[in-house]
């Protein structure tokens, strides 16, 4: 939230993620690349606000840090960003990049998801900094994350090693005051030709890998310096180490408790850490997730509390921080705090009215197809009322899952896969392959909406447009599929029901390896889609519930009934004109809204 | 200064990061230290939305914890339940009366009762919470645009935060898009002059269960090859038997809207309501 007035102040209110960005530019960043993932994606988005940076989106996470790690070969600064479990696709090259180490600074975002929030795991990539040998920061604001991600680039070049800056969803998406500065770039260092230092080949791994081992000592050293390591001595009775969110959700709780603060959390300055513990009475670890500083305290010898009062799962709380120092025995039991629950409405997150994703769902529950799913705003199709997905489980799992389902050969209806245009490019090729390949007998539905949705619409390969709105080469899907050697490519348009009943049907029945791409935009990015509204004319309705099938949240029970039934309506304001609840209907009272109605 | 604390709540697209970036722009204006955090991510498909803002010298945590809010500000009546236990002992619940029902609270088609929760201020009142009703969407669409209800709900509880009228108008125009400042201004305006509301409990609709019974002949029945049934029954009730015919393999779901008896060209089936006799 860069505003007019504020610009002038050189003070802006911004996310972390917005803050990293910013302090990328500030840094002289020339190349940016990522894949978008919740929590992270804003940082690429907003380097694309801002001129004189590279900056794009790759087909997935390994892509963006190899092409990131190209740039930083080639001399200049380069910074890729994903969330948490991006960096397990990219971890191939991560854990080889540690040992070539970089030229231009490197820098590495993992956006973490503590809580799940919208991941399918909360896995905590604080472990991969340690698993890598590279130094590991974290901001605890978005002023931190500015700063930090300028001194990442530093750090990097001064010791030759990508550095992971790891945020956590609370820092990636809370908006603070930051100070703003002027983009200064350092000198390009020309490309060197060094196969010593960027083939790894076993000989020339071997030679690299003492230097990331040789490093640890040197940068625990940097860890210390009050740049990144901050000790406030309060009441000695207490000392807490912490760092990232924590510092903030233990400063509220224990005020007064003495804190040390990392900036980097690996390398630990662990004479610091005993200096501190020599200092209190008791010393606690308060970290999300992993008891990652806990376990090194430990091994060094400290006697620290920590996973036995802050739970291991979740993300942590104010009042999970106050429930955990009550069992310590440090604060008073918080007792009923507040008032209780008031009983209210489920809202669990739905398809958009409109959503071109409906149509094949409903289609393939009718069908009675097993279906393994994949990520994207279409695992939405799982849950009631379409109910049409079996299994998801990560980025291009599908297609592979439906190979081995049907190879099983135990699946009480046909195998199915359902994967989105952003993921089919992401993981979704290689499965693909195989899957010719093996000749298995699947069919995969490749729901073509021109857009990264679930991620709040980021354009692919597949959409002909980059990163700041440009035109770009287009992939074609379907010749894509046809050149991997699938003989049955149908495309269909899932506004149109029974051509999608029709073209599911029909590859299903084929015998081998079929391809459906349903090919409609998402209503919601790049552009709302916004058509002449239906509404319900209430004579004609039996409230059959046939439409209400749909999940469409436009759709509403009113206080009239047919024999019992509550009729419906629709929420002219929300609906978007996609003609779907008035194709499924059999009293034709579903109808274009007529002439005299206006969008607001 | 003790740190405010306020949530911004409601449901995806109704303008809940708007509202929240006004007023911690509002704070910005007037020097404060402010942290604003949501969960963005299932907020474009319906789901709930909150928006924590805190705002005072020295601001630590992001997070709000329960039970300590000054102000909780609702575009919902249902998200105004949800997130109230977060309110300290005093605090205020502004909440539009706005009501969106959710697919998922519209699932039972044995006593079609939405799982939604009354319109019940009064009983709320009298538990001791500070509810403050208003017609923000009614307003705002009186106005031009149903979709500024975040902005005169804002204009409502604007006197209840110690910012001027001046900072408030400095943050509106700071944040919303230049060509709707003006419509936004008048939105906050007619906001700060809007009285609550009050509200007259609805009626509660509840229809008696009914128990239906669906018949199939099955030397009538072409079973797969024709399948109309089988497809069109909202609540899949019937499937292939084992003799490839229909039959009502889940007879218990039957709603009685008798699609399948109309649609059968071959008038193999029949819906019945079974009636309890004596
Ligand atoms: C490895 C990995 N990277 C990124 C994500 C975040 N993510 C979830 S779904 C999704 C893409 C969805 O796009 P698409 O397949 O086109 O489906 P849509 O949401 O458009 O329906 C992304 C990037 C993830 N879950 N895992
Ligand atoms: S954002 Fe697009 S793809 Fe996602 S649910 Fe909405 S319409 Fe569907
Ligand atoms: S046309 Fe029907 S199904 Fe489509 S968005 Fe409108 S109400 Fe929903």
Redesign the pocket.
């Known amino acids: 939230m860069e505003t007019r007035t504020q610009e002038r102040t050189r003070i802006a209110l911004l996310t972390g993620n917005e803050a990293i960005a910013r302090g990328a530019y500030e840094a002289g960043v020339a190349v940016a690349t990522g894949?978008?993932?919740?929590p992270s994606t804003e940082i690429v988005e907003y380097l694309a606000t801002l001129p004189d940076v590279y900056v794009e989106w790759s087909s997935?996470?390994k892509v963006a840090l190899d092409v990131a790690m190209g740039a930083s070969m080639g001399g200049v600064r380069a910074l890729c960003t994903?969330?948490h479990?991006?960096l397990?696709?990219a971890s191939d090259t991560f854990m080889v990049a540690n040992y070539t180490g970089v030229r231009g600074g490197l820098v590495v975002v993992s956006a973490d998801d503590p809580g799940m929030h919208?991941?399918?795991n909360e896995q905590d990539n604080r472990l991969y900094a340690k698993f890598a040998g590279v130094p590991l920061l974290e901001p605890s604001d978005s002023q931190e994350a500015k700063t930090f991600t300028e001194l990442a680039f530093s750090l990097s070049e001064e010791f030759d090693t990508p550095v992971l800056l790891r945020t956590t969803t609370r820092i990636s998406h809370t908006r603070g005051v930051v100070q703003l500065g002027d983009r200064q770039v350092p000198p390009r260092r020309p490309f060197q030709r060094d196969p010593a230092k960027y083939v790894m080949l076993p000989a020339y791994a071997r030679q690299r890998r003492p230097r990331v081992l040789e490093r640890l000592p040197r940068l625990a050293e940097v860890a210390a310096r009050p740049e990144f390591l901050r000790v406030e001595m309060r009441d000695p009775s207490v000392g807490v180490v912490t760092a990232g969110v924590c510092y903030t959700l233990v400063r509220e709780v224990l005020p007064e408790a003495s804190v040390l603060k990392l900036g980097m959390s690996y390398p630990l300055p662990l004479d610091a850490i005993r200096g501190f513990a020599a200092q209190v009475r008791r010393l606690f670890v308060v970290e999300e997730l992993e008891p990652f500083l806990e376990e090194m305290l430990r091994a060094a010898g400290l006697p620290v509390e920590g996973k036995a009062y802050f739970p291991q799962q979740g993300e942590l709380t104010p009042e999970r921080v106050r429930e955990g120092f009550a069992r310590a025995g440090v604060l008073p039991e918080p007792g009923d705090a507040g008032r209780a629950n008031l009983a209210t409405a489920p809202r669990p997150p739905v398809l958009c009215p409109g959503c071109p994703?409906t149509a094949p769902f409903l289609a393939l529950q009718r069908l009675g197809a097993v279906v393994c799913g994949?990520?994207?705003?279409?695992?939405l199709g799982a849950l009631e009322p379409l109910r049409a997905m079996d299994a998801c489980l990560?980025?291009g799992s599908s297609i592979g899952m439906a190979t081995g389902l049907a190879l099983a050969g135990t699946a009480p209806g046909p195998v199915v896969a359902v994967?989105?245009?952003?993921?089919?490019l992401?993981?979704g090729l290689p499965a693909l392959v195989d899957a010719v390949y093996k000749r298995a007998h699947v069919t995969v539905v490749i729901?073509d909406?021109g857009?990264?949705?679930?991620?709040g619409g980021?354009p692919?390969p597949a959409t002909g447009s980059g990163v700041r709105g440009e035109p770009a080469p287009r992939v074609d899907l379907a010749a894509v599929c046809r050149a991997m050697g699938v003989e049955f490519v149908r495309v269909v348009d899932p506004y149109d029901l029974g051509a999608t009943f029709v073209a599911l049907e029909e590859a299903i029945r084929y015998p081998g390896v079929s391809v459906v791409i349903t090919n409609r935009p998402?209503v919601e990015a790049p552009v709302k889609v916004r058509d002449e509204p239906f509404r319900v004319v209430p004579e004609r309705c039996t409230a059959c519930q046939l439409c209400m099938d749909l999940g469409c949240p436009a759709i509403v029970w009113t206080d009239e009934t047919y024999e019992g039934r509550p009729k419906v309506t629709i929420r002219l304001d929300a609906c978007t004109g996609c003609t779907l609840c008035a194709q499924v209907c059999p009293a034709d009272a579903i109808v274009r809204v007529g002439p005299g109605w206006r969008r607001s | 200064m003790q740190t405010r604390n306020v949530l911004v709540v409601g449901v995806g697209g109704q303008g809940v990061l708007l509202a929240s970036n006004v007023l911690a722009a509002a704070c910005l204006a007037r020097g404060y230290d402010v942290k604003k955090s949501e969960v963005k991510g299932m907020a474009q498909r319906g789901g709930a939305v909150v928006s924590f803002v805190r705002y005072g010298e020295r601001v630590h945590s992001p997070l709000v914890e329960r039970g300590r809010a000054d102000l909780v500000l609702s575009l919902e009546w249902a998200e105004a339940l949800r997130w109230a236990a977060y309110l300290r002992p005093g605090g205020v619940l502004a909440v539009d009366l706005v009501r969106i029902l959710p697919p998922a609270a519209q699932l039972d088609h044995r006593t079609w009762q939405a799982s939604y929760p009354a319109v019940e201020v009064e009983r709320l009142r009298q538990a001791g919470w500070d509810v403050r009703p208003y017609e923000a969407s009614r307003c705002a669409a009186e106005l031009g645009d149903g979709r500024m209800a975040n902005v005169v709900l804002l204009g409502a509880v604007s006197r209840e935060l110690e910012f001027t009228v001046e900072e408030w108008e400095q943050a509106l125009r700071e944040v919303v898009p230049e060509q709707v400042v003006e419509a936004n201004l008048r939105a906050f305006h007619a906001g700060r002059e809007l009285p609550l509301a009050s509200v007259s409990p609805g009626d509660v609709r509840r229809p008696a269960a009914r128990t239906f019974r669906v018949e199939v002949t099955a030397s009538w029945c072409k079973g797969r090859s024709c399948g109309i049934c089988v497809r069109v029954c909202p609540e899949e009730v019937l499937a292939f038997g084992p003799d490839d015919r229909a039959t009502a393999a889940s007879p218990d779901r039957c709603t009685g809207c008798q699609l399948c008896q109309l649609l059968c060209p071959d008038f193999a089936v029949v819906v019945r309501e079974e009636v309890a006799v004596g």
């Not at chain 1, 894949?35 to 919740?38: A, K, M, R």
């Open positions: 894949y978008p993932g919740t997935n996470e994903m969330k479990v991006g397990n696709v919208s991941s399918q994703h994949d990520i994207g705003c279409y695992t990560a980025m994967i989105g245009d952003s993921t089919f992401h993981a729901l909406n857009t990264t949705a679930m991620t980021q692919h998402c």
